[in-house]
């Protein structure tokens, strides 16, 4: 069973910057389509940034220009998010994603709060 292990959530002010990491425990394969899903209160949980194996991204529209995924060549399925210029509503719990042969695995989630 696949495990995603997520760090470095936390509470900061507005403009504030914060890291999120995700170590996989998958190590016979590269995984090939990593990413960084949100879920605020009382929302759906929505994509903020994916990333291929190769190296090609995507970004929610909301976060472009402040957020930055990705990957650990020496650790290929590490994946990470930077976040910079965070606002309030960024605020939510975040998760990393995997899909490996089709199936979808899910870390514990990581909260981060913006405060204004």
């Known amino acids: 069973q696949v495990q995603l292990v997520e760090s470095g959530g936390g509470l900061v002010q507005a403009g504030g910057s914060l890291r999120l990491s995700c170590a996989s425990t998958e190590s016979t394969r590269v995984i090939g389509f990593m990413g960084w899903y949100r879920q605020a209160q009382g929302k759906q949980r929505e994509v903020v940034a994916t990333?291929?194996?190769?190296?090609?991204?995507?970004y929610a529209d909301s976060v472009k220009g402040r957020f930055t995924i990705s990957r650990d060549n020496a650790k290929k399925n590490t994946v990470y998010l930077q976040m910079n210029s965070l606002k309030p509503e960024d605020t939510g719990v975040y998760y990393c994603?995997?899909?490996?042969?089709?199936?979808?695995?899910w870390g514990q989630g990581t909260q981060v709060t913006v405060s204004s």
């Open positions: 990333i291929t194996s190769g190296g090609s991204t995507y």
């Open positions: 994603n995997a899909v490996i042969l089709v199936r979808n695995y």
